[in-house]
């Protein structure tokens, strides 16, 4: 009996943002990887999660920066997975804050929480803090700064909105189907500006989008109060 013709691909490490790791790269590998046998994935450490559903190895490589030079091709014909198991989250959170306080790009981190969450105060709603260890804890939020990947997609999938300035975690929030209120300036950015991205180009499961305005990177806390009434 023949041996049957095992098809394999292996990717290129991945050293970019988790933005376009996220909305561009692992798409466009889990189209190309359809019908192969052996798909194998190199990237960040715990970026397994992208790549589980088609990936039959996974890589992590020794880098721990991201790079900014990187393909940015964001209107890749690839296939979308929506992230996220709601039911293993446990006890879900209503609202999910990304208090960005990574260094680089550090002007843009918001810097009215504490305003906010004042004034959220009327709202029914429970928070709580996602993100990384660099990101930041406003007003002693409960804190799931630093959990897994997995672990935070299905937060995420069990919330009713994350809420906060653009980066990659609220682009995930997008891919795991829950709507969100985010923030960022009108420029264009790679022939789009960030509100069309967020509403448009990596919004594959057309979740709502609270958009907000501010060049300055900082809207005022009953704008961002504003919108979550409107969505929620």
């Not at 790269?25 to 450490?45: H, L």
């Not at 929506?82 to 609202?95: C, E, F, S, T």
């Not at 994350?162 to 923030?183: E, P």
Request: with cysteine; net charge negative; aromatic share 12%.
């Amino acid at each position: 009996m023949a041996e049957k013709n095992i098809k394999k691909i292996e990717f290129p490490a991945w050293y970019g943002e988790f933005g376009w790791e996220l909305a561009t790269w692992a798409p466009y590998c889990r189209k190309m990887a359809e019908g192969n046998d052996e798909v194998i994935v190199t990237s960040f450490e715990g970026m397994q999660p992208l790549y589980a559903d088609f990936a039959t190895q996974f890589i992590s490589h020794e880098q721990t920066k991201r790079s900014l030079d990187y393909p940015k091709r964001y209107r890749v014909d690839g296939r979308y997975y929506r992230y996220g198991d709601a039911i293993k989250a446990g006890n879900p959170v209503d609202v999910l804050i990304h208090a960005r306080g990574i260094a680089r790009k550090s002007s843009i981190n918001y810097r009215r929480w504490n305003e906010f969450l004042g004034l959220a105060e009327e709202l029914p709603l429970s928070f709580a803090c996602i993100g990384t260890d660099q990101d930041m804890q406003p007003s002693d939020l409960p804190d799931l700064r630093g959990i897994e990947l997995q672990s935070l997609m299905d937060q995420i999938a069990a919330s009713k909105l994350v809420i906060g300035v653009s980066s990659g975690i609220m682009h995930l929030a997008a891919f795991c189907g829950t709507d969100i209120v985010v923030w960022g300036d009108k420029r264009t950015y790679f022939s789009e500006t960030l509100e069309n991205r967020y509403s448009q180009t990596w919004n594959p499961f057309k979740v709502r989008v609270g958009w907000i305005d501010a060049d300055n990177w900082q809207p005022q806390p009953d704008q961002i109060i504003k919108k979550i009434k409107e969505l929620l």
